[in-house]
């Protein structure tokens, strides 16, 4: 495994884009996705998060600094967690 030091905002970055990646596979046929990361990202082996790290990394450098972008993601995460805990 990788050793990799991430930014909280890779983090979070990785635990939103984790949640789309779930809600997506709702909408699909499941021989279509890994059902293996059918899971939260705190869950997901080391691995697994390494890959949702990793292109969170990729695609924070890709569309550069945003000094709103760490509030407006802490507050999808948070409006995503609300939601979740309604269902429940």
Request: proline share 5%; aromatic share 14%; net charge positive.
């Given at each position: 495994m990788?050793?990799?030091?991430?930014?909280?905002?890779?983090?979070?970055?990785?635990k939103?884009?984790?949640?789309?990646?779930?809600?997506?596979?709702?909408?699909?046929?499941?021989?279509?996705?890994?059902?293996?990361?059918?899971?939260?990202?705190?869950?997901?082996?080391?691995?697994?998060?390494?890959?949702?790290?990793?292109?969170?990394?990729?695609?924070?450098?890709?569309?550069?600094?945003?000094?709103?972008?760490?509030?407006?993601?802490?507050?999808?995460?948070?409006?995503?967690?609300?939601?979740?805990s309604?269902?429940?």
């Amino acid at each position: 495994m990788i050793k990799e030091a991430w930014t909280q905002e890779e983090i979070d970055t990785a635990k939103y884009m984790h949640l789309c990646y779930l809600e997506a596979t709702k909408l699909l046929n499941p021989k279509s996705y890994n059902k293996n990361a059918q899971k939260p990202f705190d869950k997901l082996t080391k691995e697994q998060q390494f890959i949702d790290l990793f292109i969170a990394r990729k695609m924070l450098n890709l569309v550069g600094y945003c000094p709103y972008y760490p509030y407006m993601l802490q507050k999808a995460l948070k409006r995503f967690q609300a939601t979740q805990s309604l269902k429940s």
